[in-house]
């Protein structure tokens, strides 16, 4: 079993940073990819941010140049630096990792249970 805790969430207000953290614990044999989603109120969860193992990164156009995705492989973490945040950042921000668990053969995401961000103007 695998969990996923997230970290750093809070208010914030705009032109300000914050730095959310999320770890992966359990039997965990290796990790491909994680990665960040975003859920805004009323709206579809959206990706933000990815990093695979080997450090290859992908951001979704709104937050380039302002986001940073980094990891941590000896710590199962994972970590974004946001800055320059704007109102339309406010989200319930989700950690996800696709990963490979001890005794199993196929590689299956995990879902953290989300961080709150709030950018007030």
């Known amino acids: 079993q695998v969990q996923l805790v997230e970290s750093g969430g809070g208010l914030v207000q705009a032109g300000g940073s914050l730095r959310l953290s999320c770890a992966a614990s359990?039997?965990?044999?290796?990790?491909?990819?994680m990665g960040w989603h975003r859920q805004a109120p009323g709206q579809q969860r959206e990706p933000v941010a990815v990093?695979?193992?080997?450090?290859?990164?992908n951001y979704a156009d709104s937050v380039k140049g302002r986001f940073t995705i980094s990891r941590d492989n000896a710590k199962n973490t994972v970590y974004l630096q946001m800055n320059s945040l704007k109102p339309e950042d406010t989200a319930v921000y989700y950690c996800n990792a696709d990963l490979l668990i001890h005794g199993s053969n196929r590689y299956h995401d995990y879902w953290g249970q989300g961080t709150q961000v709030i950018v007030s103007s």
């Open positions: 359990g039997s965990i044999f290796s990790i491909n990819a």
């Open positions: 990093i695979t193992s080997g450090g290859s990164t």
